[in-house]
């Protein structure tokens, strides 16, 4: 059985950072690519990174480019998302999820969620 | 980046047909898929790659795509099938990521 679980959230002050990790298992971790979509408080998805099974290659969403950092450890099938210089917009449930390939098709599993709050 | 756009909300009587549509430059050249959201809870594939059904999804969820709109069609709503739908698609080139559209309320009433 697949399962992600996020871990890492919590109040932040805005401009502080924060690092998000996710522990997967049910699957081979290291031949997929790996995804983190966020959902602020009654609104929309919003994709926020994804990243290859090499790390090869990368992507981001305009909105955190340059703030935040993607990163994987296949060994520890783990995926994390380090979240600097961060705003109040920022405040939201953020999903680790799985994809169905290991090139970017769409996302087959999700995790629960981790809350991150950022206010002073 | 591109954009998806779809109206915030759609609805139906029990027993009629609801289309939520999905539009976007990039559609024509990448697949659309669409998931559903109840309240609380995460999302669940409903349609990948234009038009198929992951097993388990009712007959009744059916979708395609058509230049540059796509378009999830439920045949026969349900009162169970109230939610947000989202319409998602990737671009594995030189813009790598995914993109949800802003998601549409499906009310059964």
């Known amino acids: 059985e697949v399962q992600l679980v996020e871990s890492g959230g919590g109040l932040v002050q805005p401009g502080r950072s924060l690092r998000l990790s996710c522990a997967a298992s049910?699957?081979?971790?290291?031949?997929?690519?790996m995804h983190w979509v966020r959902q602020a408080p009654g609104k929309g998805l919003e994709w926020v990174s994804g990243i290859t099974w090499n790390s090869d290659t990368i992507g981001y969403a305009d909105s955190v480019k340059g703030r935040f950092t993607i990163s994987r450890d296949n060994a520890k099938n783990s995926l994390y998302l380090q979240l600097n210089s961060l705003r109040p917009e920022d405040t939201a449930l953020y999903f680790c999820?799985?994809?169905?390939?290991?090139?970017?098709?769409?996302?087959?599993?999700w995790g629960q969620g981790t809350l991150v709050t950022v206010s002073s | 980046s591109y954009e998806l756009t779809q109206p915030p909300s759609v609805s139906v009587s029990p027993g009629q047909t609801a289309r939520i549509t999905c539009s976007g430059d990039?559609?024509?050249?990448?697949?659309a898929y669409w998931y559903q959201q109840k309240s609380g809870q995460a999302p669940v594939l409903v349609i990948y790659e234009d038009s198929k059904r992951p097993s388990g999804i009712p007959e009744r969820f059916s979708g395609s795509s058509s230049g540059t709109m796509a378009t999830l069609t439920i045949s026969g709503a349900q009162m169970e099938d109230e939610a947000d739908y989202y319409c998602?698609?990737?671009?594995?080139?030189?813009?790598?990521?995914?993109?949800f559209g802003g998601g549409t309320k499906l009310t059964v009433l």
């Open positions: 990039a559609l024509p050249k990448n697949y």
């Open positions: 998602y698609s990737t671009d594995s080139g030189v813009n790598y990521g995914g993109v």
């Open positions: 999820a799985k994809d169905r390939d290991p090139d970017m098709t769409y996302i087959d599993y």
């Open positions: 049910g699957f081979n971790f290291e031949d997929y690519v």
